[in-house]
């Protein structure tokens, strides 16, 4: 069975652009939640979707945003960049209410 | 106040000696308690998970869970160099729609 794929694994930006990164799911699992990670912060909760419907949210600015697609799989994306968006993105899927299993992370870097 | 604490170390300790972390949540109505482990570079990696009050063993891995004096922990026997990471803590609650919280990660270092 395969697991969470993320795409892509490495991204490189400058301050001011937008980026898209994508999540696909395990086979089954219809939620899907977002976290970003940095040395300092810890894992920090993003959102999490359900049957294409945001169900939670964290504390994170507008200019992160996501959503999800009829087959689970998720975008999430991040207008206008600032330097300390520059983190590890990562995508993680589960059924209903059950254990919580990651993909390897976008590393994405804004310059 | 954080929902969920770890020391975040580092942890040393010799190989072959077990290694104990420990986590405490504040949420009484929490019900679902996850040990992750995460390499340097990696993502994290579900190793153990426990529901209700006891132990929990799982090959080396034992997790221990209190919901009284809400904490729970894991004990690694046997260390071994390849046991070096971050282990991460996270609980869920029903109120927030099983959404899971994690702490910062206690790290583990198993020294030869």
């Known amino acids: 069975k395969a697991g969470v794929t993320q795409t892509p694994r490495y991204l490189i930006k400058t301050r001011g652009q937008q980026v898209t990164l994508s999540c696909s799911p395990i086979?089954?699992?219809?939620?899907v939640s977002w976290y970003q990670q940095t040395p300092g912060q810890g894992l920090q909760f993003l959102f999490e979707?359900?049957?294409?419907?945001?169900?939670n949210k964290g504390n994170f600015p507008g200019r992160f945003s996501g959503r999800q697609f009829s087959n689970s799989r998720s975008e999430m994306n991040v207008s206008t960049l600032e330097l300390g968006d520059s983190a590890l993105y990562l995508c993680?899927?589960?059924?209903?209410?059950?254990?919580?299993?990651f993909g390897s992370g976008t590393q994405l870097s804004v310059l | 106040q954080k929902e969920v604490e770890q020391n975040s170390g580092p942890l040393s300790v010799p190989e072959g000696a077990i290694a104990s972390l420990n986590c405490t949540y504040s949420?009484?109505?929490?019900?679902?308690f996850f040990w992750y482990r995460q390499y340097s570079g990696k993502s994290p990696e579900l190793i153990m998970f426990?529901?209700?009050?006891g132990d929990k063993e799982d090959g080396r891995f034992t997790a221990q869970l209190n919901k009284a004096s809400q904490y729970v922990s894991l004990l690694i026997r046997d260390s071994q160099p390849s046991d070096s990471a971050t282990y991460l803590c996270?609980?869920?609650?029903?109120?927030?729609?099983?959404?899971?919280?994690f702490g910062t990660g206690t790290s583990l270092t198993v020294i030869p």
């Open positions: 993680a899927s589960r059924r209903e209410s059950e254990k919580l299993f």
């Open positions: 086979s089954g699992h219809r939620s």
């Open positions: 979707y359900f049957s294409e419907t945001q169900r």
């Open positions: 949420d009484r109505g929490s019900q679902s």
């Open positions: 426990i529901y209700s009050n």
């Open positions: 996270a609980v869920t609650t029903s109120n927030t729609g099983n959404q899971f919280y």
